[in-house]
């Protein structure tokens, strides 16, 4: 079992920054991709951004390209996400993700492990 320890996250105004951490512990070593995913209730999950570890390989959703950077800690199992120009559509709760095989941005609900969830909170 992998579990992923969330911190980060809040409340802040529209063109602010926030920054969100994700560290893996527990059977990680064969964990393959981090990420985040993204869901208000009621509307349909997003897969923000991932990196595969070790190769650094990073992949966006198209609405976040250009504002977030994800990054993996140091070499750690463990990444960050840079969210800067935040917009009030990207309230939402944030959940660090991680697969033993791989990530994509379709793969909206089959990664392997979740995090709790931390909450994202943009006013206009």
């Known amino acids: 079992q992998v579990q992923l320890a969330e911190s980060g996250g809040g409340s802040v105004q529209a063109g602010g920054s926030l920054r969100l951490s994700c560290a893996a512990s527990?059977?990680?070593?064969?964990?393959?991709?981090m990420g985040w995913v993204r869901q208000v209730p009621g509307n349909e999950r997003e897969v923000v951004a991932y990196?595969?570890?070790?190769?650094?390989?990073?992949a966006y959703a198209d609405s976040v390209k250009g504002r977030f950077t994800i990054s993996q800690d140091n070499g750690k199992n463990a990444v960050n996400l840079a969210m800067n120009k935040l917009a009030p559509e990207d309230t939402a709760l944030y959940s660090c993700?991680?697969?033993?095989?791989?990530?994509?941005?379709?793969?909206?609900?089959?990664?392997?492990?979740w995090g709790q969830g931390t909450q994202v909170t943009v006013s206009s």
């Open positions: 993700v991680s697969d033993m095989n791989f990530c994509a941005l379709t793969r909206t609900y089959e990664f392997d492990y």
């Open positions: 527990g059977d990680s070593a064969g964990v393959k991709c």
């Open positions: 990196v595969y570890l070790g190769s650094g390989v990073t």
